[in-house]
């Protein structure tokens, strides 16, 4: 039986830091990092097929809720 997962979120944003270049390219939210608004996020099953998308608010958050059994509700 799968599990479906109830909400997939996260943050899109530009992994350049200014206030400390080690931090660059990290894959995490830093502080200095800018958020990207606007950004279109697609969800993928697991056999790589589009099953839902998105735009990422001002803040650079985005999620998809009421996923199940690899599709988006």
């Known amino acids: 039986m799968s599990v479906g997962c109830p909400v997939v979120s996260g943050f899109v944003f530009l992994d350049q830091n200014t206030l400390?270049?080690?931090l660059?390219?990290?894959?995490?939210?830093?502080?200095g990092e800018q958020p990207i608004a606007g950004a279109?996020?697609?969800l993928l099953n697991s056999s790589g097929?589009?099953?839902a998308s998105?735009?990422?608010a001002a803040d650079g958050s985005y999620s998809f809720t009421g996923t199940t059994?690899?599709?988006a509700a």
């Open 40 to 42: 279109t996020v697609v």
């Open 69 to 71: 059994n690899g599709a």
């Open 49 to 51: 097929q589009q099953v």
């Open 20 to 22: 400390n270049p080690a």
């Open 24 to 31: 660059t390219n990290n894959g995490l939210l830093d502080a």
């Open 54 to 56: 998105t735009i990422s």
